[in-house]
């Protein structure tokens, strides 16, 4: 079960949004009235519905919460969101693509500010907590950077700064122009490693429309500090078209680009080298490519990735690419 049905996230709650920015070193704060927000707890078996819109950067009214959606809903079909998988395979089996991973991680932390306690235990995301002289900092990209290690990725090139996920595309080829579940999304990018945000993509839907989560999200006052301490994780929703150049109005700033995680051998969720969509074993630690059938350290059973999901393989008619039993 995720997080977000536990606890003090069980039911629906409302936020408050107020000015914002988060942008890391080298970016100016934004100073637009935000609405109010309330995100809903996702069900346990996968999806996105639709939901309360709203943004500290854009002022309007707050939407309502929708249902949710093994294969996601909302403006168009969803085609691809986070996922809490049940059965034997378990979280420490292959049961996710590397895109999954990132976006249910993200969803357990809606509703925690910067030195809230995490989904993994800790009392911050990176340095968001005290980056900023012992203070709160903007901590959007450490929000960002932070759920993508928690899913396995070397963020060892990422910083504090919402630019620096651009640089990371740049420098490692995974800069692309169309949204893939688990990407970070830069926003308002200057030049120069500066950025004005960056959240995560947590639903891809069929007509290209998307569900981002955002760290450092509605906050209020006129210092770093006073914003930082009062935004929170959020779920930015209803969903809003995932093109570059384009400023959706939920997010009110312009779409940069998307970048996925180095070494994810293709941008998460496209094809593979057998065509489909790859699948990230955590028995392994790394992307599997489609077809790949692997012996799961949870259960012993074997799974095999079909076009980014694992299946048990005796589902799956196709011969594998490639074996990988346990040692």
């Known amino acids: 079960m995720l997080r977000g049905m536990s606890g003090r996230r069980a039911a629906l709650f409302a936020f408050v949004l107020g000015t914002a920015a988060c942008g890391g070193a080298g970016s100016e704060p934004a100073s637009v009235a935000g609405d109010s927000n309330a995100p809903r707890a996702p069900s346990t078996d996968a999806g996105l519905g639709t939901g309360a819109g709203s943004s500290e950067h854009t002022s309007g009214t707050s939407g309502t919460s929708g249902s949710s959606a093994t294969s996601g809903s909302g403006s168009g079909t969803g085609t691809s969101g986070a996922s809490a998988h049940a059965g034997d395979a378990g979280r420490d089996a292959p049961t996710m693509t590397l895109g999954e991973r990132i976006a249910t991680i993200a969803l357990e932390n809606v509703g925690d500010g910067a030195c809230s306690t995490n989904s993994a235990g800790g009392t911050t995301y990176e340095t968001s907590c005290t980056g900023n002289a012992g203070s709160p900092e903007y901590w959007c990209a450490d929000f960002v950077q932070w759920v993508w290690a928690q ?66 999200w509605g906050g209020v006052g006129a210092t770093e500090a006073a914003f930082a301490s009062t935004s929170q994780v959020t779920w930015n929703t209803p969903a ?88």
């Not at 939920?250 to 489909?276: E, N, Q, R, Y």
């Not at 028995?283 to 012996?295: F, I």
């Open 240 to 327: 809003y078209p995932g093109i570059e150049g384009t400023s959706p109005a939920i997010m009110g700033m312009a779409i940069a680009g998307f970048v996925s995680p180095a070494g994810s051998g293709t941008p998460l969720g496209s094809s593979g080298a057998d065509g489909g969509a790859g699948c990230y074993s955590d028995t392994l630690g790394k992307e599997m490519p489609d077809n790949a059938c692997v012996q799961s350290a949870s259960d012993s059973a074997w799974y095999q990735c079909d076009s980014g999901t694992w299946v048990a393989r005796d589902a799956d008619p196709t011969t594998c690419n490639g074996t990988y039993p346990l040692p």
């Open 151 to 216: 899913a396995g990725v070397d963020t060892s090139s990422l910083d504090a700064a919402a630019g620096s996920f651009y640089l990371y595309g740049q420098n490692n080829a995974t800069l692309h122009t169309t949204p893939s579940l688990g990407d970070g999304v830069v926003f308002n990018y200057q030049g120069g490693g500066v950025a004005e945000h960056v959240a995560i993509v947590a639903l891809v839907n069929a007509d290209g429309t998307i569900e981002t989560v955002s760290g450092d």
